[in-house]
């Protein structure tokens, strides 16, 4: 009896905005060769990355099948996504309603004992994740990423010829014969100079073809844009547990202020009627939210809606431990956490990456209903981080690499052409 054909499928999603446009990138390669016997990438309109990750997921077994659909196979996937290694080996629960039937789809492409998963870094996902990248970018110009155009396993100049098919025909989703040269020589597309402020003003465009710029940015945004939604984020005041760091989010108890946080919340409000600009006010539904917006309502003579989606992470099993507690108690999951942002606190808390889903339909949603107004955002230190984070396009890593004080202020602008500005973070001027 023949041995398995031993393969490696590689994948990876990605969404500008999570949820936004997204798309997925798959590669299977022959392990003994280093040789790509297939390509898939799409454009799949606005979803999550979690939802993103799961069809190239789907999209590389998929490929397997069907170019092997007679023999006895067995296929190492290898992912950046720890969310999605982790619920396809069973060590996770998927609790996400869109998770569970693309997991149940995934699960039933092939034989269950033939396929086994691996977490790799981001920075050995290379080809899938520029396949990923060219399908948004397919997207983004209201098409759909086509092999031929497909540079993401080469190590030559597009334009010279491609080498002769020598493994089976690639690429499932497009019918296109595919095989690239060793994984190892691949080296990354080279990236496009960012127009300078300077060329900007001089009305000069940068030099690439124009179906493939983004819209633009910064200097070169269009003058006349209207008046953004201003959204003025401010942190809760402290309470008994902020002056010990401890684990403080929606899923433990819910602390009032102490007497420190009410008066950074009558400071806060205070410096809110001076200014005069706050003309509307949405909290978290956490006690010690509501508490600091009443504050700022009651001085302004405004009322406080109440936001869900504004609410603090919730930590699971960490509610109320200091970082050092968690890290004796449930070592291997901090740990976790702190690689990866689709990893859970332990004990079924949120993970980073289900965080920003809920804060940028949150986000969305706000920016819609006040078009064109200030509104003061009184809530914790992950949305804030987030909002900050996605208004930058940072990784989720940044999260780690953002001081935030009680009672701080941060503000961020959203023009009309979709373009977010930072223009403030962690101020604690009025607190002085």
């Not at 998963?117 to 990423?145: F, S, V």
């Not at 302004?300 to 960490?318: H, N, P, Q, Y």
């Not at 920003?356 to 986000?363: D, I, K, L, P, Q």
């Amino acid at each position: 009896m023949a041995a398995p054909r031993q393969l490696v499928v590689e994948a990876d999603g990605g969404s500008r905005g999570n949820p936004g446009p997204a798309g997925y990138g798959a590669v299977v390669i022959d392990p003994d060769t280093a040789q790509v016997l297939a390509e898939a990438a799409e454009f799949i309109g606005v979803a999550s990355n979690n939802v993103a990750e799961y069809r190239g997921l789907i999209a590389g077994l998929t490929a397997v099948r069907d170019l092997f659909p007679d023999t006895d196979v067995r296929v190492l996937v290898r992912m950046d996504s720890k969310l999605v290694v982790e619920q396809m080996s069973g060590r996770w629960k998927i609790k996400h309603p869109d998770m569970k039937p693309l997991a149940a789809r995934a699960a039933e492409i092939l034989p269950a004992f033939s396929v086994t998963y691996e977490w790799i870094p981001r920075a050995e996902n290379k080809h899938a994740d520029r396949l990923a990248n060219e399908a948004m970018d397919a997207g983004r110009r209201g098409g759909q990423w086509e092999p031929s155009s497909s540079t993401a396993g080469l190590d030559t100049p597009r334009a010279a010829p491609e080498p002769e098919p020598s493994g089976p025909p690639g690429d499932a989703a497009a019918g296109a014969a595919k095989v690239r040269a060793a994984m190892a020589a691949a080296r990354p597309a080279p990236a496009r100079a960012p127009e300078s402020p300077q060329a900007a003003r001089a009305g000069q465009a940068p030099d690439v073809p124009q179906a493939a710029q983004a819209p633009q940015v910064g200097w070169g945004s269009a003058p006349d844009l209207g008046s953004p939604a201003t959204f003025v984020l401010l942190r809760h005041g402290e309470t008994v547990l902020t002056p010990e760091k401890r684990f403080s989010g929606s899923g433990g108890g819910d602390p009032e202020l102490s007497a420190t946080g009410r008066d950074q919340a009558a400071r806060a409000a205070d410096a809110f009627a001076a200014r005069g600009t706050v003309q509307e006010i949405v909290s978290s539904p956490l006690r010690r939210c509501r508490e600091t917006a009443a504050a700022v309502a009651d001085r302004l003579g405004l009322e406080v809606r109440i936001e869900e989606g504004l609410r603090e992470t919730d930590f699971g099993a960490w509610e109320g431990l200091t970082f050092a507690e968690v890290r004796e108690r449930f070592g291997s999951d901090l740990s976790a956490w702190l690689a990866s942002p689709e990893a859970a606190p332990t004990g079924g808390g949120e993970s980073f990456t289900e965080v920003a889903e809920r804060v940028a339909a949150t986000r969305d949603r706000l920016i819609a209903a006040y078009a064109g107004r200030t509104v003061l955002l009184v809530t914790h230190v992950t949305p804030i981080k987030t909002l900050v984070r996605l208004a930058l396009g940072a990784p989720p890593e940044s999260l780690f690499r953002m001081e935030l004080s009680p009672a701080s202020l941060s503000v961020v602008a959203y023009y009309a052409d979709g373009n977010p500005s930072l223009r403030l973070l962690n101020d604690t001027s009025h607190l002085g």
